[in-house]
């Protein structure tokens, strides 16, 4: 775990809370025999995401991620669901003094060039269109963020039979 610590602080990236770090090398094992490292082998992780951009799970959920990606696995695709398809927005707004959570998923995303799927169902009946969709229900805008593509569940059934883990983030709700 101190490995990954040390890879955390030498890619200047924010320090993780040792909870998010523990569930990553809970998930992933990793070998040192003697003078020889054996590394990790590369997951392949599917996220799913259905809280809300304020619930603390929303945080959670992207600080995981970044664990993942710090950690050399791979996120293979990224689904957001109910109330989390909010996240990809890009019209959100938040008041001045709280964590723009859409902005800073929407630019690990675009980063780190991830699949991130927003579950069609959910997304249109919460206001998330992308062009297509606009001009199909004849509204005169879009508001798919970057790096975010419209589907349905059979996206998630495919990255779920692929992937080597799948963790949900739910939230309180």
């Known amino acids: 775990m101190q490995e990954f610590a040390q890879l955390m602080a030498e890619e200047n990236l924010p320090r993780l809370p040792d909870q998010m770090v523990g569930m990553v090398h809970t998930l992933v094992f990793q070998a040192n025999i003697g003078d020889r490292f054996i590394p990790e082998p590369v997951m392949q992780f599917t996220l799913i995401l259905s809280s809300s951009p304020q619930d603390p799970a929303s945080r959670r959920a992207l600080c995981f991620a970044r664990a993942v990606i710090a950690g050399g696995h791979q996120l293979q695709r990224i689904f957001f669901y109910q109330d989390a398809v ?76 692929d992937a080597d883990r799948v963790v949900h983030f739910k939230g309180d709700a």
């Open 86 to 161: 909010h996240l990809a927005s890009r019209l959100l707004v938040v008041p001045q003094d709280e964590q723009n959570l859409a902005a800073q998923w929407q630019e690990f995303i675009r980063e780190n060039q991830l699949d991130a799927v927003v579950c069609i169902a959910a997304g249109l009946r919460r206001g998330i269109l992308d062009q297509a969709e606009a001009q199909r229900y004849k509204k005169n805008a879009d508001n798919l963020a970057e790096g975010f593509e419209l589907s349905g569940l059979g996206q998630l059934h495919a990255a779920m039979q």
